[in-house]
């Protein structure tokens, strides 16, 4: 298992609310170990490469609206 991590700052966060949809959206999926967000736009993941990548993460969270600023 060869597990990757990163930070990212997002856009769209705003509120605690906007932290539990961003938990909610990335719930569940496959090969995620990780993801803490807060109300600054710091989200971090981890997951496993074999299973999933970052830019299936990345997807997840599109679709609940929340888009990458930039890497950290």
């Known amino acids: 298992m060869a597990v990757r991590s990163e930070t990212l700052q997002v856009s769209g966060i705003r509120c605690e609310r906007c932290v539990q949809r961003l938990g909610a ?12 967000a807060n109300l600054m736009g710091m989200v971090m993941l981890s997951w496993d490469e074999e299973r999933t990548d970052l830019d299936a993460l990345l997807a997840a969270m599109a679709k609940a609206g929340f888009r990458p600023a930039q890497p950290v």
Request: glycine share 16%.
């Open 25 to 36: 959206a990335l719930q569940g999926h496959d090969g995620l170990e990780y993801a803490n």
